[in-house]
């Protein structure tokens, strides 16, 4: 039988947060410049509840609430931010290889041994769904908007993303999630968007022909490698 599980962990709520996070903003502003938004940094001012503060001048925000699986509610409401939303966006990748590394490297070993690839699917609910694939194939199942990121395993020396993951993290990414990536033994490349994807970065990476070596960065995606 192959393997799946459904799990929550730090990595999970982290990517969770962050999502509500750009939720919020683009709920009322498709066209925002995540430089120029900040974000304070999460309270607990009830049981049950994290709020988070974020600055939008010139941008209409208004409160904004989002609810995990275990009960649990993320507040998004109009403040004093610190930190930008784009650096909060690109550190977001190597947060979950921090968090989720080991996990990750083991999994991609077994790709490297067997052949057979996996993926966690990062929920907006906060939980992590791990799937087992096929040989040398992983895909998303059919979860349309309630993914917030992915991380599919490759075998070891292949840290780049072929067309089919570019392809794959653009329809990720059309739907509203942050990132999706394809982790080794030895690292994890990325495909990440700050902000809403452009008409022309995606005719960019959809009409590429054949996979991307990272480093690349357009002007709403960023390709990039974690070690």
């Not at 209409?60 to 995990?68: A, G, I, R, V």
Request: net charge negative; with cysteine; charged share 25%.
């Amino acid at each position: 039988m192959k393997r799946q599980e459904l799990r929550t962990s730090e990595a999970s709520r982290l990517v969770a947060l962050v999502y509500a996070v750009v939720r919020a903003v683009e709920e009322y502003n498709e066209d925002y410049d995540p430089r120029e938004v900040r974000v304070s940094l999460p309270r607990r001012p009830s049981r049950g509840e994290v709020l988070v503060e974020v600055e939008a001048p010139g941008y209409s925000l208004e409160d904004y609430s989002w609810e995990l699986d275990d009960g649990s509610r993320i507040v998004v409401a109009p403040g004093r931010g610190v930190e930008r939303l784009s650096t909060i966006l690109r550190r977001l990748p190597w947060e979950v290889w921090r968090l989720e590394g080991g996990l990750l490297r083991g999994l991609a070993s077994e790709t490297s041994g067997s052949g057979i690839e996996y993926i966690i699917v990062y929920l907006v609910d906060g939980r992590a769904a791990l799937l087992e694939g096929e040989e040398y194939r992983v895909s998303i199942p059919g979860l349309g908007d309630a993914v917030a990121a992915a991380v599919h395993t490759h075998p070891s020396g292949s840290c780049a993303l072929s067309r089919a993951d570019v392809l794959s993290g653009l329809d990720l990414m059309i739907n509203g999630g942050l990132f999706e990536a394809a982790a080794t033994p030895e690292c994890m490349v990325y495909m990440l968007r700050i902000g809403l994807v452009s008409e022309d970065d995606y005719i960019k990476l959809w009409t590429s022909r054949h996979g991307i070596i990272p480093p690349l960065s357009l002007n709403t995606v960023e390709v990039g490698v974690v070690a």
